[in-house]
């Protein structure tokens, strides 16, 4: 049996177990966090191929070619030679850009040759369409500054010790206009045109300028140059991938895999990619206790993808947990709490895990609200049809303004508590939930917690403030 095969068994056994148990949880915790160093050249190519696609969109032109080059890598006593491109427009790196550095560890574990190219020439250059201040030209000094930031976040998931580092200015500023025109010559400008967004914008009359179609060629170009065998990328940049292989090819080079990753849903649960924008991110700079929480904020529906995106948990693993929640054998919360705690691990290790998993059910877990007599009550018959941002600035006053109230739940600040002989549960509402009706989150919230309408007590919290819901 493989390392990883001796590490699935104990982990199977501990997820067959009563996962709301702190010891449990510690010794599962310790147990998958292990796998993000264990050695995996002991997998087969084909073992090898299947464990990158399970956590990749698409691999083209297939997983067999995946498993058949790593074959023959494998047999000249060489690795696949792999790579990502880094955009260093950033030094602040939230969860959602460590997914390619999770399937870039499996790779560099499995004994492959990885390269993180470095975007400097373009970056010197900044937006290319011009329509956005987000993207402003670089010097070499910001670009320095914004790598060392990025390393230092992302370190806890990758080991930048064992990687090579490229910049692409090495060729691409002497690139000669002669030749530049001679490439293109060879790439029909019906294939630039295939992504979705230009022809979006191109639909709805607004221009696309020449240097935004020259990015692929240069993203492609840099293939050329590292001659990879597979090059790593959000599903959003399947065509420049692709470009890569089409210049490769012009080049007489052997074509190189392309590798997709998901895009990951923001913690909001509205559906959007997770970005700083929008302020539905976990950033990697965030305490163990608010990344704990902020991973405790998702609707349900986002544990799978969320499993699958930052822990090593195998398929196997992720649906044998998630059909016991389907079940009813194991509470959602149980499996959340598990999910943050491999989050914050990752980061800070298993100790301040479990410090910020004791910190939440302390925070969370307090003394019945049947004690208060004075709560204010609302009745979910009668306002269950406005929103509960509506609910809270306007029944129940506890927010100057629906804006307000929908800030409050932006800081996870706003909480449905459930009250029943076994005990209590506070579920922290995102924001996406603020704006929807009353009755219909109390509805789903009481379900998803297995509580049969009637035999609890429901409150809605906002902040500090507190009051009954009726008629539940």
């Known amino acids: 049996m493989t390392r990883l095969g001796e590490s699935v068994a104990r982990a199977t056994e501990l997820l067959s177990q009563d996962l709301s148990s702190d010891k449990t949880v510690e010794q599962l915790l310790e147990e998958t966090g292990s796998r993000r160093s264990i050695d995996l050249t002991d997998l087969s190519p084909t073992e090898q191929a299947e464990l990158i696609a399970s956590r990749t969109v698409e691999i083209l032109p297939g997983v067999a070619e995946l498993a058949k080059r790593i074959e023959e890598r494998r047999g000249a006593g060489q690795g696949l030679a792999i790579k990502l491109g880094i955009d260093p427009t950033a030094a602040d790196v939230h ?3 460590v997914v390619p550095m999770i399937i870039l560890s499996r790779f560099q574990r499995m004994g492959h040759d990885v390269t993180l190219l470095i975007g400097d020439f373009t970056a010197k250059i900044g937006d290319p369409s011009g329509r956005t201040a987000e993207r402003p ?6 670009i320095a500054r914004n790598l060392a930031g990025y390393q230092d976040q992302v370190r806890p998931f990758f080991d930048f010790e064992k990687v090579g580092f ?5 060729w691409l500023a002497p690139y000669t206009f002669p030749e530049l025109l001679g490439l293109l010559s060879q790439v029909p400008v019906s294939q630039l045109l295939q992504r979705e967004d230009f022809r979006n914008r191109l639909a709805a009359g607004s221009g696309l300028t020449m240097s935004e179609l020259l990015y692929p060629i240069a993203q492609a170009l840099d293939s050329v140059a590292l001659e990879c065998d597979v090059e790593l990328g959000g599903a959003d940049q399947l065509l420049n991938l692709q470009m890569g292989r089409k210049l490769m090819e012009l080049r007489g080079q052997r074509p190189q895999l392309v590798v997709t990753m998901p895009l990951i849903e923001g913690t909001d649960g509205t559906g959007a990619k997770m970005s700083k924008s929008k302020g539905n991110y976990v950033a990697l700079s965030a305490t163990a206790d608010d990344v704990f929480g902020k991973i405790m904020s998702i ?13 090593e948990w195998t398929d196997a693993e992720i649906a044998a947990a998630t059909t016991r929640v389907e079940e009813r054998s194991l509470h959602p919360m149980d499996l959340k709490k598990v999910l943050a705690g491999e989050v914050v691990a990752a980061l800070y290790g298993v100790e301040k895990a479990m410090a910020a998993r004791a910190g939440f059910v302390a925070q969370f877990s307090k003394k019945s609200f049947t004690d208060v007599e004075t709560l204010p009550v609302v009745d979910a018959g009668e306002h269950g049809a406005e929103s509960i941002a509506t609910v809270l600035s306007k029944v129940l006053e506890f927010q100057p303004s629906a804006s307000a109230a929908r800030r409050v739940a932006k800081q996870n600040g706003l909480r449905l508590v459930i009250e029943t002989e076994g005990g209590q549960e506070s579920v922290v509402l995102p924001e996406a939930q603020a704006v929807r009706p009353l009755a219909e989150v109390v509805a789903e919230t009481l379900e998803s ?6 035999s609890g007590t429901v ?7 507190i009051a009954q819901v009726g008629g539940v």
């Open 137 to 142: 030209p670089l010097t070499d000094e910001d």
């Open 449 to 454: 917690a297995g509580v049969t309408a009637g």
């Open 299 to 311: 609707p349900d529906r986002l544990m799978k993808p969320y499993l699958e995106a930052w822990t």
């Open 459 to 465: 409150y809605l919290k906002a902040g500090r403030k």
């Open 95 to 97: 969860l959602g850009h």
């Open 166 to 170: 490229r910049q692409n200015s090495e």
